[in-house]
């Protein structure tokens, strides 16, 4: 048997997971490669979460490049006589390349083969059920009761609920109540808010962040959902935080939980005056990820979506941050770190290194 090795430009976990996505895609795995896929499954395990973005990656990128190259002959960057679309259809080849996805770029994923073809079939049935998936996933959303406009001074304004508690919401934040007879319950659709509890012991409030549940019953603290990442910071009393199947934590004055976008929990301590501190008008982050502060930005900058570059990796801000001045606290975030952006039709951004 053949010793199998990886390409020289795997030089990490998350390069091997997107050699293997590529490799997955072709469905041709030798029999060492296939030895070498298990063991490196096993090495570590975050690997199978690895491989699964990799593969979500790379079936993206590839749809993309084929419907790209309806507009433009790949074999000779000519583009075809089509009307003019009002985009820069040669940037958005830049970063085609620039995330492998064509041939040329200087960044391809490892191992990656060229895009020239259409996506195969099974890629286009990929895409229509996860559109559905989508939809069915909206569908099933129950309506915002409270709407935040997307403007800073929304983060002043207070609404008093119907049992005495009073809520503050970040811009673009959405809420649904359900108030019974056993619960008071709030579903943060997308965004954040500060919450004063009104003491009702026989209904405890309760908040519902993704598959996170955080209940209080007089207490004060603060719940965001924003990019796929959920957030609780307590102010002042307890607040239990528990998934759908467990009990997780207990949560006291000074005690905060997030969970990021692999739903991954994490626990660490905030100063109690920093929580809900947006109420003053300024975000202060700490190792905040990056794609979490953005989704903050977004309704402050016209509903942008930002997609960060995978091969970034995860990268953190701390600082503060003027909610009346979102763009330039997106460009100092970019200027700190050393990142460059790109706008591609649909209304997103791709984040990426300079």
Known sequence: MTEFRYPDDCQSNDDIADYWAVRLDDMQLSAAEEIAFERWQAADPKNPARLIRARQTWQGMEIAAAEFSDDEDLSTGASKPVHDTGFDSEAVRRDLERLGALEGGNGRLPGMRSAKRRARPMLAIFTILLLVGLWGYSAFQPDADLIAESTPGVVGEIHELSDGSRIWMEPGTRVALAYGDQYRDLTVLEGGVFIEVAKDSTRPLRIHLNKLTAT????????????????????????????????????????????????????????????????????????????????????????????????????????SFDLTKPDGAYGAILAAYGLTDRTVPGGFRIISKK
């Not at 990019?227 to 997780?248: F, I, M, N, Q, Y």
């Not at 969970?259 to 109690?272: E, K, L, N, P, W």
């Open 216 to 319: 209080a019953v007089g207490t004060a603290f603060s719940a965001s959902k924003w990019g796929g990442h959920v957030r609780v910071e307590v102010s002042e009393g307890t607040v239990d935080l528990e998934s759908r199947t467990a009990k997780l934590a207990r949560l006291t004055a000074g005690r905060a939980s997030w969970q990021d976008a692999d739903g991954d929990m994490h626990y660490g301590m905030v100063a109690s005056d920093r929580v809900g501190a947006w109420r003053d008008g300024r975000w202060v982050v700490n190792d905040m990820p990056i794609d979490e502060l953005f989704a903050r930005l977004s309704p402050l900058m016209g509903g942008i979506s930002f997609v960060h570059d995978p091969r970034l990796g995860d990268i953190t801000v701390s600082g």
